[in-house]
């Protein structure tokens, strides 16, 4: 079982940027994909971005392409999600996500992210 912790959400106006740590912990070695997904409000869960831990392989949405990077720091078993040109859409709760090889995959508890004049 793997145990995800997101921190780095709040307010910003458009435009601007932030940066979403997830600090995984548990069976890391069992992880195959982690990424980022987000819930707007009224809205169904939907994939932001993923990256797999071996080769680093990446998968955007159309919707953050270009203002939107994951990486990951394997020596601190943390993924971030570095967040650029916000726009008023972005604004959505998002949730870390690490994929296993196989078994059930793990959650985070969700940061806020709201982007807001």
């Known amino acids: 079982q793997v145990q995800l912790v997101e921190s780095g959400g709040g307010l910003v106006q458009p435009g601007g940027s932030l940066r979403l740590s997830c600090a995984a912990s548990g069976s890391i070695s069992s992880i195959f994909i982690l990424g980022w997904y987000r819930r707007p409000p009224g809205k169904a869960r939907e994939l932001v971005a993923t990256?797999?831990?071996?080769?680093?392989?990446?998968v955007y949405a159309d919707s953050v392409k270009g203002r939107f990077t994951i990486s990951k720091d394997n020596a601190k078993k943390t993924v971030y999600l570095q967040m650029n040109s916000l726009k008023l859409e972005d604004t959505a709760v998002y949730y870390c996500y690490a994929r296993p090889y196989s078994g059930l995959s793990s959650w985070g508890q969700g940061t806020q992210v709201t982007v807001s004049s």
């Open positions: 990256i797999t831990t071996s080769g680093s392989t990446t």
